[in-house]
């Protein structure tokens, strides 16, 4: 894939500490931790795009991929209380959800029908639902909606779930398998530093805890997606080392799939006082982890968090993926997210087109859909 000789460069490197990095991606060669500190501490945006943006078309070309899926959030109490999120709430508070396993099963098929692919599970620690209703959660879910894959579980559920029926996280990661999960969302990973997971999500798993999970998962067969919060308190060394160990873990399993970056939403958390990210940071963060995660195939760009608008220019600087016709977030918009609660197709469509990328929509397993207009009457 790597060319014998690159084409000519065209962009002026404004910034000369970055030149034998532009050197390294035109050759192909692996980036380290001090490249990351590096690109992390330029503001020549329009470098790392450029390599970015080549590295992502040696990948995938201009093809941008996207798929149909609808995320359920079976409760909101969650033992944690982080102070990242807006989310969880305690198990006695008045406003805190919980869903009965009828409803979760009625949500799922509301605004159902072919054109949903995916599932995406996700919610609260809570401290009185075992491993066995999660179970039947999800085999229910099969039963009902045979061909729609089963994305669930962040590691860090996982890992509390383990706990909970104590059993170790393989046992627990081969139950939730055998009654149907598919794969495994990439959240809960935050930045693995100690430091900044001390203050952001102090009752969390550790870094390496949440890494040791992932690679169980991997090794019984189940694949994942992977994330990196950023945004608030963390620094360039902390952003390098995160997406540095990922990457080590990636070589030795092959079991992640497309890497994430998630910006923070401050409002409603108890670190309100942050500023919201910015354009600039989104694109900066797309960038280089396309550049230091040259082992994971896939980039997103998850809309909801960064606005279609930022999504659309992030298919010009390294990312490949725009997270689909998401139907009811509640995790950002609980935090402050304005953005819509799903884009159209059309809408996707025409926002990739526009960028001079080819829409291709995927299953989670990135193989294409290929369906009837007619199919898409109840998102579009
Ligand atoms: O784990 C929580 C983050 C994640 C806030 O795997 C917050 O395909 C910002 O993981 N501000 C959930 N972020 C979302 C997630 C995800 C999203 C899209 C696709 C996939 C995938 C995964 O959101 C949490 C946490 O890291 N989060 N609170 C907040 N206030």
Known sequence: MIPDRPAPRFTKI?????????????????????????MYRSPDLLTLAYMANMVRERLHGDITYF???????????????????????RVRDPHAYT??????????????????????????????LSLDWFCRMIAGLKERYPAVHLKAFT??????????????????????????????????????????????????????????????AHEIGLRSNCTMLYGHIETAEDLADHLVRLRAVQDQTNGFVTFIPLAFHPANTALAHLPQTSGFNDLKQIAISRLMLDNIPHIKAYWIMMTPAVAQIAQRFGANDIDGTVVEEKIYHDAGATTAQHLRRSDLLRLIREAGREP??????????SRTESAFTVLV
């Open 67 to 89: 798929n149909v899926n609808r995320h359920i959030n079976p409760t909101d109490v969650c033992v944690a209380s982080c102070r990242l999120c807006a989310f969880g709430k």
């Open 360 to 369: 291709v929509e995927r299953d989670t397993s990135y193989r294409p859909v």
């Open 14 to 38: 404004e910034d000369t500490r970055l030149k034998p990095i532009v050197e390294k991606v035109e050759a192909g060669e692996r980036l380290n931790f001090e490249d990351g500190v590096t």
């Open 155 to 216: 590691m860090v559920e996982v890992a509390y779930l383990a706990k909970r029926a104590r059993l170790s996280v393989r046992e627990t990661l081969e139950r939730l398998k055998d009654a149907g999960v598919d794969s495994l969302p990439g959240g809960g990973a935050e930045i693995f530093s100690e430091r900044v997971r001390r203050i952001i999500c102090d009752h969390k798993i550790d870094g390496d805890e949440w890494l040791e999970t992932a690679r169980t």
């Open 99 to 128: 869903m009965s396993l009828e409803q979760v099963w009625e949500v799922a098929g509301k605004g159902y029908s072919e054109a949903v692919t995916e599932f995406h599970i996700v919610g609260g620690l809570h401290p009185e």
